[in-house]
């Protein structure tokens, strides 16, 4: 285990519950519980689960050139938000391939704040601030709740008004449980959910009512582990756990492009001027490989990261992690495929962990039309 650095206003619930809380970008996270993986996916698909998500680096900058700052430092164009107002965004390398993606969220007319992936975009971002009249700050005070699923605006709703008219991607100043909270219509699941921003000394506090209160509309507490099961079924990538720093291509530097891992449609149309733009531009229609939907028969044995893919004696792909679903009894996969074989029904072999045939699907395989997400009222 790395050394924690960071640490959980909620690591005591975390361990009655059974978790050993492994570590995470410095944070001891609760990975698993005593209670199965699959109930708390059907809880979350069905009725609301809550996680523990605090590891993620949440970062304020806050100055009159903060703008500025994530203007070139992100694919998006950051002067299109507003207060209360957020996006999901990439940030790339000089060499136009994939470091890093996270939320920006802008809280005020100079200051956002920014959840980190696992990624390098912090450093990227305190690195181009020299010059610039931006004050960082790492806040490890605030901790992130995530309330998913189909219940948790109902349950919301009982405690805090208005929550109804938060719009997908949309943040609001609020109070839970009589706690100061930001709570933010986002979350890594494909479902309906939120995320709720706390300070630590009143985390406890929250988690608690949540769960006691909750119990009625089905909420329970929700192992980190979860996310891998949901991410697969919405096509939510988790860096670096899809990429090339994992599976390496011979004589290259690791980094991928936005196109190869369908993250393109994160750049703002007709964006120019972000780190990496001439690059990421130039690298359109150079794909070495995409990330693309597997579906296994015969087995609800789900494949492992690392388990190769082959099209008769070839080998066309690797997968990163899989999935068989409870609820649905599909066996689902995201893998990185050979461009020619990213085609749906493309026949394919599984190899390793499991022996078994398969084909190439589209994603996501749950609610492609990302309906639940972004449902209003």
Same mark, same amino acid.
């Not at 986002?186 to 300070?199: C, Q, S």
């Given at each position: 285990?790395?050394?924690?650095?960071?640490?959980?206003?909620?690591?005591?619930?975390?361990?009655?519950?059974?978790?050993?809380?492994?570590?995470?970008?410095?944070?001891?996270?609760?990975?698993?519980?005593?209670?199965?993986?699959?109930?708390?996916?059907?809880?979350?698909?069905?009725?609301?689960?809550?996680?523990?998500?605090?590891?993620?680096?949440?970062?304020?900058?806050?100055?009159?050139?903060?703008?500025?700052?994530?203007?070139?430092?992100?694919?998006?164009?950051?002067?299109?938000?507003?207060?209360?107002?957020?996006?999901?965004?990439?940030?790339?390398?000089?060499?136009?391939?994939?470091?890093?993606?996270?939320?920006?969220?802008?809280?005020?007319?100079?200051?956002?704040?920014?959840?980190?992936?696992?990624?390098?975009?912090?450093?990227?971002?305190?690195?181009?601030?020299?010059?610039?009249?931006?004050?960082?700050?790492?806040?490890?005070?605030?901790?992130?709740?995530?309330?998913?699923?189909?219940?948790?605006?109902?349950?919301?709703?009982?405690?805090?008004?208005?929550?109804?008219?938060?719009?997908?991607?949309?943040?609001?100043?609020?109070?839970?449980?009589?706690?100061?909270?930001?709570?933010?219509?986002?979350?890594?699941?494909?479902? &309906?959910? $939120?995320? /709720?921003?706390?300070?630590?000394? +009143?985390? #406890?506090?929250?988690?608690?009512?949540? @769960?006691?209160? =909750?119990?009625?509309?089905?909420?329970?507490?929700?192992?980190?582990?979860?996310?891998?099961?949901?991410?697969?079924?919405?096509?939510?990538?988790?860096?670096?756990?899809?990429?090339?720093?994992?599976?390496?291509?011979?004589?290259?530097?690791?980094?991928?492009?936005?196109?190869?891992?369908?993250?393109?449609?994160?750049?703002?149309?007709?964006?120019?001027?972000?780190?990496?733009?001439?690059?990421?531009?130039?690298?359109?229609?150079?794909?070495?490989? &995409?990330? $693309?939907? /597997?579906?296994?028969?015969?087995? +609800?044995? #789900?494949?492992?990261?690392?388990?190769? @893919?082959?099209? =008769?004696?070839?080998?066309?792909?690797?997968?990163?992690?899989?999935?068989?679903?409870?609820?649905?009894?599909?066996?689902?996969?995201?893998?990185?495929?050979?461009?020619?074989?990213?085609?749906?029904?493309?026949?394919?072999?599984?190899?390793?962990?499991?022996?078994?045939?398969?084909?190439?699907?589209?994603?996501?395989?749950?609610?492609?039309?990302?309906?639940?997400?972004?449902?209003?009222?």
């Amino acid at each position: 285990m790395a050394t924690q650095w960071r640490f959980s206003a909620l690591a005591d619930r975390h361990r009655a519950l059974g978790s050993q809380l492994e570590d995470w970008l410095g944070m001891g996270t609760a990975w698993t519980y005593d209670t199965p993986t699959s109930e708390h996916y059907k809880a979350i698909r069905t009725q609301a689960g809550l996680m523990d998500v605090s590891g993620l680096k949440k970062v304020h900058y806050v100055g009159p050139h903060a703008e500025q700052l994530l203007q070139w430092a992100t694919t998006r164009n950051i002067d299109k938000l507003y207060p209360g107002k957020s996006a999901y965004v990439t940030f790339l390398n000089d060499d136009g391939k994939f470091i890093d993606d996270g939320i920006v969220y802008r809280t005020g007319p100079n200051a956002f704040m920014v959840v980190h992936g696992g990624g390098t975009g912090y450093e990227a971002l305190t690195q181009g601030i020299q010059g610039k009249q931006v004050a960082v700050l790492f806040d490890d005070d605030l901790h992130d709740l995530s309330l998913q699923g189909p219940a948790a605006v109902d349950f919301l709703a009982e405690h805090v008004p208005g929550i109804r008219g938060l719009n997908y991607f949309h943040h609001m100043q609020t109070q839970l449980f009589g706690k100061p909270v930001m709570i933010s219509r986002t979350g890594y699941t494909g479902e &309906r959910g $939120y995320e /709720i921003f706390v300070k630590a000394a +009143d985390a #406890p506090t929250v988690w608690d009512s949540i @769960l006691e209160k =909750g119990a009625a509309h089905g909420i329970i507490a929700c192992s980190f582990t979860t996310l891998d099961w949901l991410r697969v079924e919405s096509y939510l990538l988790f860096y670096p756990f899809d990429n090339s720093q994992y599976y390496p291509f011979a004589n290259e530097k690791a980094g991928d492009t936005l196109w190869e891992l369908g993250l393109d449609f994160t750049v703002s149309p007709g964006k120019q001027g972000f780190r990496g733009a001439e690059e990421h531009y130039r690298l359109k229609g150079r794909e070495r490989f &995409r990330i $693309y939907g /597997i579906e296994i028969t015969g087995t +609800d044995q #789900p494949a492992a990261a690392g388990d190769t @893919l082959w099209n =008769g004696d070839t080998q066309v792909g690797i997968i990163t992690g899989g999935m068989h679903s409870p609820l649905t009894g599909r066996n689902l996969a995201i893998a990185r495929l050979d461009v020619a074989a990213a085609v749906p029904g493309t026949p394919l072999r599984v190899s390793g962990s499991l022996e078994a045939t398969a084909t190439a699907q589209p994603m996501p395989f749950d609610d492609p039309d990302k309906k639940k997400r972004t449902a209003k009222g």
